[in-house]
């Protein structure tokens, strides 16, 4: 009994560990968030410059941020509500890691180390291409293409994270998912079926979004289910109502567009 007790309890510390790397992978993609709607903003500012037709989405931009969105003693930032700051859950995460098996700590930690390079890098051409847009004349074509390298340059870093984060999302579902979890396994049906989702939507692919949606549908009555056939305390609740209700407005944006092909003009590419 005892033995059985001490092995739930280094899973579960286990566990606590692993969720370390998550908080810290989520709030990075906070971070790029909102890195991301001052790039499309730049973007937009260049369009005007090329005959394209551009919809300011937020008015936005590194005056109204602290020097570093992903970290620093200036980010107090309050889009960080519900969690610390990237490099702060980085160094958390990297400290807690020493307790996990070497080969997996060290690979969680390259993979760490990697991303808040890359984040650097994104927070730092935020601030170059203001720098060359106030140094150079727009009106001139070559200028512009100037803008287009920093951009193009953004985006090879989103990506670059993009694979670093399924990788670290892969090892740590790997080494921390519980096996036979409903509620977990229904969870990652839900995830896998938005994000097929986005794809088709991508390709403009309109029965692929039809039937991923009524899949949708029938996976979130399925976890509406689960959750109130079980009781669970108040965090874990909290967490799990608010996928219900994430998906919910999901299913709402979809349904019009599927009826109407509405698309809210702020969530149209760029311009």
Known sequence: MINTCSGQDRQEEKIDLLNNYIEFLNASVHGLSIAQVIFVNYNKVINKYVDINSHELTQISNKDLPQN????????LNFYDQSDTPEALAEIAKEGGLQLQIRLSSTLNFYTDNIISILKEINQIRFDVEDYIKDHDLNDREAIYGVYEYLERATVLFNEYSSAHLSMVELLFNNGIPKDNTVVETMLNLHTTNKMILSYLRRNEGKGVDDKLRQLKTQVDEFRRLVDNNT???????????????NNAIIKKLDDYVTTAYVPLEDEAYG
Request: net charge negative.
């Open 69 to 76: 969105i992903f970290g620093g003693t200036d980010s107090y």
């Open 232 to 246: 669970y305390d108040a965090q874990n609740t909290e967490y799990l109502n608010d996928i219900l209700i994430k």
